[in-house]
């Protein structure tokens, strides 16, 4: 018995070195497996950090400013390196030649894709997520509602909210984001569904801004998180958005415009009718498409607006902001199977991320690129240097959309007021997009006619 105590006693005693030494050898088996997965011995990789195991460098990227993340590492390793984020290996491109064989030249070698707790919230079958034939008439489709021709109907709706919340404006200070926010969203229910308002478009507005707040939160679906009542909210706009389908299919509803309209096809096309799902996911990513990214250059429109009063006529401001503020900082594809690229090996299933702002701040295509300076837009840019709405196939193909809300916006705004920047007038903050501190706080003021 005396010895039995002896063991128990011994072995509790070295109970703290055991647990130590047990997770010093899984530590030490987790980052030799790391290594032995994402550095393959046989073959050349770009040059580049991984980070932690797992957690890679994502913190890094979304805890300081973008260009300085990026630059760093090409000042570094050069135009092509190696990274991990967002629970991913990859390969970042910061050359505009290597971006464009990425994106059009040897695109079937890399399809389009994106983290799949987002995939999830958009829906699988949005235009997004697909190549080949689907997309091909996806593109086709939505391309056909974004077209300057079929826009131009949209012009006396957009001009009225934008003059309408203009006037509310007046004399107050205003969160320039959350109110951008608003002006492209409602512009985007425009685009989705057409000028005739449904009791469901309220109800799919209300469930809209819940699925939007679990976007980019953590992926947890427990009870509590955003992104759980993202996917509650997900299933009843699922819901909701078939309920409009129906009425619109059985002509029950007048209203028959907008994306919405097109989808749904006319009575000649019923053989190759898109089914409710594929409808309803590909109005989700749409307006998903056209709500941040939008409401984040405008926002940075009137900061450099008001930088820069002298340049209030100059059209080429819009081509200006959408390159300094590079909203969209680079895009997601994925390697389908081994590629052999500007002398590296890129393993089937990395990602590959085609640097935008990299290429858009670089000094030798955009001389001072620090500086904003839309008269550098009265010389074309370089081949393959300028890319706001991204390349190829799987460009953005409602760029037409927002540069209609900007110049409308631009031109109502600086025809009828002047505006200061309350506050601080530097400094960036990032969630997930860059957009100017504390969401640019403005008071505007009405011109005095004289």
């Not at 055991?18 to 997965?37: A, E, G, H, Q, R």
């Not at 969203?185 to 799919?204: L, P, Q, R, W």
């Not at 469930?207 to 009843?236: I, Q, W």
């Not at 958005?241 to 209203?255: H, T």
Request: with cysteine; proline share 7%.
């Amino acid at each position: 018995m005396q010895s039995l105590y002896f063991f128990l006693d011994s072995s509790t005693a070295q109970a703290p070195l055991l647990i130590c030494s047990f997770f010093i050898i899984t530590l030490t088996f987790v980052v030799l497996k790391w290594s032995f997965l994402l550095h393959p011995r046989s073959k050349r990789l770009p040059p580049g950090s991984m980070g932690w195991p797992y957690i890679g460098e994502t913190l890094r990227l979304y805890s300081q400013n973008p260009n300085s993340f990026f630059s760093i590492r090409h000042k570094r390793y050069g135009d092509i390196f190696k990274s991990h984020i967002l629970g991913c290996p990859c390969v970042m491109i910061s050359s505009p030649e290597a971006a464009k064989r990425v994106l059009v030249n040897q695109s079937h070698l890399f399809k389009p894709t994106y983290p799949p707790s987002k995939e999830l919230l958009i829906g699988p079958e949005a235009i997004f997520f697909h190549q080949g034939p689907y997309h091909s008439r996806l593109k086709k489709l939505v391309l056909s509602s974004f077209l300057p021709s079929a826009l131009k109907n949209a012009v006396p709706h957009i001009e009225s909210i934008v003059i309408d919340s203009l006037r509310g404006y007046n004399n107050k200070t205003i969160n320039t984001l959350e109110e951008m926010k608003k002006y492209a969203f409602d512009v985007a229910m425009i685009s989705a569904f057409g000028n005739d308002m449904e009791i469901e478009i309220e109800e799919i507005k209300q469930l809209y801004h819940v699925l939007e707040s679990g976007y980019n939160s953590m992926p947890l679906d427990v009870p509590g998180t955003p992104f759980y009542n993202a996917m509650k909210a997900r299933k009843l706009l699922t819901g909701k958005l078939r309920n409009l389908i129906q009425k619109r299919r059985e002509g029950r509803e007048i209203g028959n415009g907008g994306l919405l309209g097109v989808l749904l096809g006319t009575e000649d096309e019923k053989e190759n009718l898109l089914t409710d799902s594929q409808i309803s996911d590909n109005i989700i990513g749409v307006i998903f498409a056209a709500h941040d990214t939008t409401a984040s250059v405008s926002t940075w429109l009137i900061k450099y607006l008001h930088d820069n009063n002298d340049i209030l006529e100059a059209v080429t401001v819009i081509q200006e902001t959408l390159r300094s503020a590079s909203i969209l900082s680079f895009t997601f594809r994925e390697a389908v199977e081994d590629v052999e690229f500007e002398g590296y090996f890129i393993p089937k299933g990395w990602k590959v991320l085609p640097l935008f702002r990299n290429i858009h701040h670089s000094a030798a295509l955009f001389p001072q690129p620090h500086i904003f300076d839309p008269l550098r837009f009265e010389v074309a840019p370089k081949a393959n240097s300028y890319m706001p709405f991204g390349k190829g196939v799987h460009s953005c193909p409602g760029n037409e959309l927002a540069k209609l809300e900007m110049l409308i916006l631009l031109h109502h705004l600086t025809t009828t007021y002047r505006w200061k920047v309350m506050g601080s007038n530097n400094g960036i903050q990032y969630g997930p997009f860059p957009v100017p501190k504390d969401g640019l706080p403005v008071a505007l003021f009405p011109i005095k006619k004289t």
